[in-house]
């Protein structure tokens, strides 16, 4: 079993800004797989299904972001789980928008939905990092994270989320470098 958590911002106003990028990505991946209904579970919403052979719960925290290592922590010791079995999808300022990199353990680099998960549950975890890009300069970090996709994203934006869905199973096998690949081919068509 895999718990897969997206990182965001609950509410309708914080729906389509880049910091809820995680939240895009889980919904998306429950609606093309045919996940079960929305369960209200550890301080979030929680979503059961199969990719290939592999159970995987999805979470989204009802928390704010800087809190979000409460309900991955409440949900690795109700399934027993380590964190080897954990995956946690976000928003990632130093990639390219809409590009698309797994990797394991690390830092927060700032980013405080990692900060928390960390805190409560070590670093020890699998990232999927989706790309939004920089503002260029740090002074305007949070208004870019905090701020939606500009409607001339919206097509990358759509295309990543979709390419992320399809390539799934590649990640629930554990094949990151596959997913990787494959998530970038679809990119390029």
């Known amino acids: 079993m895999q718990l897969w958590v997206g990182l965001g911002n609950p509410g309708p106003q914080y729906a389509l800004h880049r910091h809820n990028v995680g939240f895009m990505a889980l919904d998306t991946l429950a609606d093309v797989h045919g996940f079960g209904p929305v369960q209200k579970k550890f301080q979030g919403w929680v979503q059961e299904g199969r990719l290939g052979g592999q159970k995987v719960i999805l979470l989204k925290p009802a928390t704010f ?90 097509d990358g934006l759509v295309t990543m989320l979709g390419a992320v869905a399809a390539e799934a199973e590649r990640l629930a096998q554990g094949d990151d470098t596959r997913f990787m690949n494959d998530v970038a081919l679809r990119q390029q068509d």
């Open 65 to 154: 972001m800087n809190e979000s290592g409460r309900a991955v922590g409440e949900a690795l010791r109700f399934y027993k789980l380590s964190t080897a079995a954990l995956t946690v999808f976000h928003d990632e300022l130093d990639l390219a928008p809409f590009k698309v990199k797994v990797k394991q353990g690390g830092g927060h680099a700032g980013h405080n939905g990692l900060r928390s998960i960390d805190q409560h549950c070590g670093a020890d975890f699998r990232r999927v990092r989706l790309g939004i890009g920089h503002p260029g300069h740090k002074d305007r970090v949070t208004g870019y994270v905090l701020g939606p996709f500009a409607k001339a994203e919206q």
